[in-house]
């Protein structure tokens, strides 16, 4: 079965590209079609859809028609390019054409599309066989035995076959361009031939003029060898060209058999072309049946065979099979492929029973499998064209069976616009049947109003002829209700280019009309909790998001009113306003709203409050619950309204809100309002939690401080005790302490960390107090074992505050402040990153204080020498990063100890 015709559209609007569709299958064609807008889309579609036929726009968007086509020309030549574009210069028209386009046919003369098609695939297929012919008429010269010739009207060659190749020795390269009398003729007979071909120029006559002569030529070699020449005339722009068949019959002469042979084959070369020509005749008729025609063809078959007595032939089609006369398989066979629709579908076979060449070459000729291939191709021709006119009759039919059947509305009008056509949906959509409004106008359809509306926008349409597209409109069906439609039409242009009328399509959409309202109130429902939601998120005080709730509502959602209600517990059970947004005018304060089961409190707001659940009034004017409060509420433009409880474990209060029009509330509507108070309620209620928590925190903060205070106090409180037991070194600690901490602070360290350094520092001595006094004061050298003594007042300081829960790692800043970073200092013998910076800052600290501070047994260093100790020992004994702090907190300092910390400034 023959493939639907692929059809490649570059069009960025897919209603102009429905619009092109539409027109095509109303001209009959059957086709698959894929749209793309981009160039690499296109590129690619070229490669994988393959398409036969190209629909371009020429405004795309990042290319253009113009490019779409050069790309079509270069890429894939054989493929049609029709350009269906707007309003196009007659100058950039002519260049599309003459860049290759078939044609080009404007948006609003669509009714051009289907026949500017059909004539492109015409002229594609006419342009297809012409090159098949030429190539067959190559294909042939080419395999031809014989030197086919051609001469200029100067004698000179144009045209030199492989066989003159073959037989003369020149190749075409050599032959072209040079004197046939000089290349090939002996030299005695070049001047009879000038004369000859000078006579023939004149009259296209001449003695040798469509006869056969015997004549001798000359090789390249220089062997002379008899010829067979066949001269025929042709006139080419107003002047005669001479067509040499030349034929070598060396052997023929030597053997006069083979004289007979090629006396044959010109016979046989006769009956193979009446034989194509009898088939071709056969196929024509259409008036036959197909079965009949092969039957006829199949037995026509074997008398153009060289020994029709001994050949027959055999079709096969499909689950056919036809047979010429006596027919029978044999040995020797030709076989050649019928397609239809590109598609194998059966075969022509030729069977000869005759006694076989002694050689065991095969009894067929060249011409005859070259015949056999015609004659398949002949018949694969019919079959596509039988099958072609078989598809556009189904396609006619299924385009009436699509209109008769489809829920669309089909019509036609005249010019005047009056239907003369419509479709069998008129029925089903309207209630009338299509001959009620034969020589009627559409809108005689439409309410009065609507009729006006809608035939004002014609009036211009028509005007102009141009087409239009998804035209709402409103009709009254046969029984008075409303029916909403959708219409599209293009304009109807004749042969002649005359506005004939319109053609289109009416869509019902009132439903979807319906489904859009629906849409658009939950829409407004919609943005108005996703505003409400990211109020929850921001907002610190309960009054500030009511306040703005109920903005967000009037604002985003497009709502008349809004407001909350807190319920009280008075003797009235009253329901106070804590806030409002909108065209309230005084409303809020008149109404007297209470949630007690009374009069006044059978509006919405006092039963959503009762009874926990959603009140609807859906209409103000006609709803006999809410007559206490109507006339306030009409002229306010109050005309629907709902209210929501908003509860707390218990109800609390209530958000009510208002609409301009009846049955504004839908119920998708209704299910956001409901999630959006429940939202509201769980803000106010996460309010309350957040406040009552900041508060404990804030009195756990307090408390936590006062601990911390006591703490540190009772740290200060200890380092006191060791300054009293050593008066010479009294104020040791502090100092060290002051240094470290601005070491801290000036590596960066954050305020906690400084903070802690600076209490490790206080107490960083704290041992000392297990060591005796008299060793500590002793103003002359201390013996090995004291020293060994005073080296064990880290770990006691340690055994003293490692039992104090400190938040910081007192206790190891203490135990190992004299360490080193090589490992030479104590009590562990600690190096590099196994010691605490802490306590690597505080070793630091400890021997400039230490050095540049009097001791008992000498005077101070002075600073120069504690700094130039620290640096000898970077490294080494310190840590290099401490050691640059600290010399840079000492000389911005003025080579001084800093007196105090400001930690965190």
Known sequence: MKEALRILMLEDTPTDAELMEHELRKAGLAFTVMRVQTRDAYVRA??????????????????????????????????????????????????????????YVLKDRLARLGPAVQRALAAEQSARERRMAEEKIRKIS??????????????????????????????????????????????????????????????????????????TALRKSGEAFPVELTVSAAQLSGQWHAIGIVRDITERKQVEAALARHTRDLGERVKEMECLRDITNLLLDKDRAMDRVLDACVRRIPAAWLDPSHTCARICLGEQTFVSAQFRETEWKLATTIYMSGMEHGHVEVFYSGAAAGDGKSPFLDEERALLQSIATQITQSLDSRLAEKELRDSELRYRNLVETTSDIIWETDEHLRY?????????????KSGEFIGRTPFELMPPGEAERVSDSFGMIVAEEK?????????????????????????????????????????????????????????????????????????????????????????????????????????????????????????????????????????????????????????????????????????????????????????????????????AFVPDEVGLLEEMANDLAFGVR???????????????????????????????????????????????????????????????????????IHLAGVVHDLGKIQIPAEILSKPGKITDIEFSLIKTHPQAGYDILKDINFPWPIAQMVLQHHERVDGSGYPQGLKGDEILLGARILSVADVVEAMFSHRPYRAGLGMTVALEEIAKGKGRHYDPAVVEACISVVQANGMKLPSSVNIGE
């Open 686 to 756: 996460a309010l309350h939690t957040s406040q009552e928590r900041d508060l404990a925190l804030k009195q756990s903060q307090q408390h936590l401080e006062q601990l911390q205070d006591s703490l540190e106090d009772s740290v200060r409180a200890i380092a006191s005790i060791v300054e009293m037991r050593d008066p010479y070194t009294a104020g040791h600690q502090v100092r060290v302490a002051d240094l470290a901490a601005a070491i801290a602070v000036q590596m960066g360290l954050s305020d906690e960390q400084a903070h802690a």
């Open 142 to 215: 080419e395999s031809a035995q014989d030197a086919i010739i051609m001469m200029e009207p100067d004698g000179r060659i144009s045209f030199w076959n492989a066989a003159a190749e073959r037989i003369f020795g020149y190749t075409a390269a050599e032959a072209m361009g040079r004197e046939l009398h000089i290349l090939i003729a002996p030299s005695g007979a070049r001047d009879e031939f000038a004369h000859g071909y000078t006579h023939f120029l004149e009259s296209g006559e001449g003695p040798i003029v469509g006869k056969l002569l015997e004549l």
């Open 467 to 663: 087409s239009f597209t998804n035209l709402e409109n409103t009709n009254l069906h046969k029984d008075g209700h409303q029916v909403v439609l959708e219409t599209s039409g293009i304009p109807v242009i004749d042969a002649e280019g005359k506005f004939c009328g319109y053609r289109g399509i009416d869509r019902d959409i009132t439903e979807r009309k319906r489904a859009e309202i629906a849409l658009n109130h939950s829409n407004r429902a919609l943005a108005t909790l996703s505003a409400v939601n990211r109020n929850l998120t921001r907002m610190t005080s309960e009054a500030e998001l009511l306040q703005a709730v109920c903005q967000n509502i009037v604002e985003l959602g497009r709502y008349r009113m809004a407001w909350v209600g807190y319920k009280q517990h008075d003797e009235n059970k009253s329901i106070k306003t804590v806030a409002r947004a909108g065209h309230d005018e005084g409303y809020l304060d008149t109404v007297d709203i209470t949630w007690a089961e009374t009069e006044r409190g059978m509006g919405p707001t006092g039963r959503a409050i009762r009874s926990g659940t959603t009140q609807l009034c859906q209409d103000f004017a006609n709803d006999p619950r809410h007559l206490s409060w109507r006339n306030a509420a009409l002229n306010r433009g109050y005309a629907a309204s709902i209210s929501l409880p908003l509860a707390n474990g218990e109800v609390f209060g209530a958000l009510t809100v208002y609409a301009e029009e009846v049955n």
């Open 46 to 103: 070229l490669g994988e859809f393959r398409p036969d036929i190209i629909l371009s726009d020429y405004h795309l968007p990042d290319f253009n028609g113009k490019a779409a086509l050069e790309i079509a020309r270069r890429d894939h030549p054989e493929i049609p390019v029709i350009m269906v574009t707007g309003a196009l210069p007659d100058i950039e028209a002519v260049e599309l054409i003459h860049a290759g386009a078939k044609d």
């Open 420 to 432: 003369t056509y419509i479709s069998p949906q008129l029925f089903p959509t309207l209630g009338y």
